[in-house]
């Protein structure tokens, strides 16, 4: 193997790296560039990326279509403020995803991390009832086993057992975290609580059909349409973070389309630029626009990231949902789907295997235990593939554009080192 790059080694004891125990994590791999399904390393291997950068690159990366639209808008405006002045690709985007998103989520507001995103859905729901003078909706009902983001607001809607943010359990403004809704007694268990607690509450939060980093946890649509009714019967908003699940990644273009329901807010975010730009949306129904229509200026929505609306972003928005139009994405999601059923199932019979699930683009192996997690990252990257293990999981979300060829080794090399 090659020595590091210099820039590298100058710039390394320089830099905080996400979710790391700086003196004990593996140095990061450098990284030289991107095609395809493709992560070229600096001292000239190449592997086949597993999760699409954190579920972002749904296209491969360097899709010409989304570079060819991010170098125009390069060249016209990178950037402008959002307060006071407007853009193109902006109200494009915007009027794009009001047109692909179910019901009347017509009205969005745009941030740069699906933390921010979900922030910001937070507090549309909190001010939803103040703007109404009701001081007492505050709360938000979340799921064991949820994940939705870093931010303190978005920790405190996190499972508190997750191990992201476990050592802040007690320290942030409690939420009522509830199992989902999945069986009698949890139903009971739900049903209980909204009786006794729900005027206490600005809103339910649910990641819908896959709660993702919370430990890849399927549920059906049933679920969703339970929290849809609850929601209606108790006077609720409903948000769905579909920040994982959306765009196709569940099956269909949003997974609340599966159940047939419409949140009330919706919060989009990592493939929404084709996983090159920084980009995510809050989009919420014209019922929750209306609560902030006022003659009052203390009704206004009060947010604004520096950043928001990013031209060369929502540029980059723009042609990465043109691709689920012209590319037949929801096609190759079956097909990847397939593909890691078959793929993933001899994992069934190994020994230490808990469970092989899929969902749509989706393939999670669950183990009994997992001890050695960078043990096994780095046999994977010596087999040629790029995953991120955690906690007990081991999952696969690759590109949409992954080829036969390719998905069938990266489902081999993973099968491999797992029974190895
Ligand atoms: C469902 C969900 N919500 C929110 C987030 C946070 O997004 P970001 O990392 O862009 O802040 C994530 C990130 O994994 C997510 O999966």
């Given at each position: 193997m090659q020595a590091k790059p210099a820039w590298f080694e100058a710039g390394f004891p320089h830099i905080w790296t996400p979710y790391s125990q700086m003196k004990t994590a593996l140095p990061p791999l450098p990284v030289a560039g991107t095609g395809g399904v493709r992560i070229y390393l600096s001292d000239g291997r190449e592997l086949i990326d597993g999760i699409a950068s954190w579920w972002t690159a749904c296209h491969g990366y360097n899709h010409p279509h989304i570079r060819a639209a991010v170098i125009r808008q390069l060249e016209v405006m990178p950037h402008v403020m959002f307060g006071g002045l407007t853009h193109e690709p902006a109200l494009t985007l915007a009027a794009k995803l009001a047109a692909m998103?179910?019901?009347?989520?017509n009205h969005v507001f745009f941030t740069d991390s699906g933390s921010v995103a979900v922030e910001v859905a937070m507090k549309m729901a909190m001010q939803f009832w103040l703007n109404r003078?009701?001081?007492?909706?505050?709360g938000f009902l979340a799921f064991r086993g949820g994940y939705h983001g870093d931010t303190l607001g978005t920790m405190a809607v996190?499972?508190?057992?997750?191990?992201?943010?476990?050592?802040?359990t007690g320290l942030l403004p409690p939420q009522p975290m509830l199992d989902l809704p999945v069986d009698e007694a949890s139903i009971a268990a739900f049903d209980r609580f909204l009786d006794d607690h729900?005027?206490?509450?600005?809103a339910i939060l649910v990641e819908p059909l896959i709660q993702g980093a919370g430990g890849m946890i399927f549920h059906d649509a049933d679920v969703l349409r339970r929290l849809r009714a609850a929601a209606n019967k108790y006077s609720l908003i409903l948000i769905f973070?579909?920040?994982?699940?959306?765009?196709?990644?569940?099956?269909?273009?949003?997974?609340?389309e599966v159940a047939g329901v419409v949140p009330d807010i919706i919060t989009l975010s990592k493939a929404l630029t084709g996983g090159t730009m920084a980009l995510a949306a809050t989009v919420a129904t014209k019922q929750i626009f209306d609560g902030f229509?006022?003659?009052?200026?203390?009704?206004?929505?009060?947010h604004g990231p520096?950043?928001?609306?990013?031209a060369l972003a929502c540029a980059a928005a723009i042609a990465s949902l043109e691709l689920f139009d012209t590319e037949p994405r929801l096609e190759q999601v079956r097909a990847i789907s397939a593909g890691l059923t078959d793929g993933l199932?001899?994992?069934?019979?190994?020994?230490?295997?808990k469970d092989v699930r899929v969902m749509g683009a989706v393939g999670v192996v669950q183990l009994?235990?997992?001890?050695d997690p960078k043990s096994l990252q780095r046999a994977c990257v010596e087999a040629g593939i790029w995953v991120r293990p955690f906690r007990d999981i081991v999952y696969l979300t690759p590109?949409?554009?992954?080829?036969t060829d390719d998905l069938e080794r990266l489902t081999g090399a993973l099968t491999k080192v797992l029974a190895a």
């Open positions: 998103l179910p019901g009347d989520l003078g009701v001081r007492e909706r505050t996190c499972d508190p057992g997750e191990g992201m943010h476990s050592l802040f729900a005027g206490e509450l600005a973070d579909e920040i994982f699940t959306g765009l196709a990644r569940t099956g269909t273009m949003f997974a609340c229509w006022s003659n009052d200026s203390g009704h206004a929505l009060m520096t950043y928001m609306a990013n199932s001899p994992l069934r019979k190994v020994a230490g295997i009994d235990g997992l001890n590109s949409f554009t992954i080829g």
